[in-house]
């Protein structure tokens, strides 16, 4: 089976600027988690998505959203970006209680 | 402080030895503990997950949970180079939900 694929690798954008994230799970997995990974915090959780459905949420500011679509694809987007949204995003898909987690797409904010 | 609490490491150790790499925690009610494995600039790479208290050995990693101390442990056995990486212990409630809450992770140098 294919892993968790993540789009795009790398970005870079200005403060003020929007930005879409974009996941793919691993076939089958109807769970997409998201999180965010900082030197100074550490792995963070976002939210979860299931069947379409945000089912957790993490402590982030309301600039940070998701989505999942029909094929369990999951989108994230932050807006009005801020320095400190310069982070390593992964995105990890479950299959019972188990994550598998993708490459990650690490955003620089200028 | 932390709700799951890691040293930071870097640990350094030669190869061929065995290394413990541990986790404390102050939530009772997780349930789920996984180790990842992280090499720089990847995604954490699931290496073992246990349910509860408990032993769990697969090739050279194995796992201990002791939920009564709220401390869990990962042991490499025979050490090598390629082990070399960021450890991150991972724990979850186990209730409908996925979230995983991390420990900072222990950054492991094994020298040829």
């Known amino acids: 089976k294919a892993g968790v694929t993540q789009t795009p690798r790398y970005l870079i954008k200005t403060r003020g600027q929007q930005v879409t994230l974009s996941c793919s799970p691993i076939?089958?997995?109807?769970?997409v988690s998201w999180y965010q990974q900082t030197p100074g915090q550490g792995l963070q959780f976002l939210f979860e998505?299931?069947?379409?459905?945000?089912?957790n949420k993490g402590n982030f500011p309301g600039r940070f959203s998701g989505r999942q679509f029909s094929n369990s694809r999951s989108e994230m987007n932050v807006s009005t970006l801020e320095l400190g949204d310069s982070a390593l995003y992964l995105c990890?898909?479950?299959?019972?209680?188990?994550?598998?987690f993708g490459p990650g797409t690490r955003l620089t904010v200028l | 402080q932390k709700e799951v609490e890691q040293d930071p490491g870097p640990l350094s150790v030669p190869e061929g030895a065995i290394v413990s790499l541990n986790c404390t925690y102050s939530?009772?009610?997780?349930?789920?503990f996984m180790w990842y494995r992280q090499y720089s600039r990847k995604g954490p790479e699931l290496l073992m997950y246990?349910?509860?208290?408990g032993n769990k050995e697969d090739g050279r990693f194995t796992a201990q949970v002791d939920k009564s101390s709220k401390y869990i442990s990962l042991f490499i056995r025979d050490s090598q180079p390629s082990d070399s990486a960021t450890y991150l212990c991972?724990?979850?409630?186990?209730?409908?939900?996925?979230?995983?809450?991390f420990g900072g992770g222990t950054r492991l140098m094994v020298k040829p």
């Open positions: 998505y299931f069947s379409e459905t945000q089912r």
């Open positions: 939530n009772s009610a997780f349930q789920y």
């Open positions: 076939s089958g997995h109807r769970s």
């Open positions: 246990t349910y509860s208290s």
């Open positions: 991972a724990m979850s409630e186990g209730n409908a939900g996925n979230m995983l809450t």
């Open positions: 990890a898909s479950s299959w019972g209680d188990t994550q598998y």
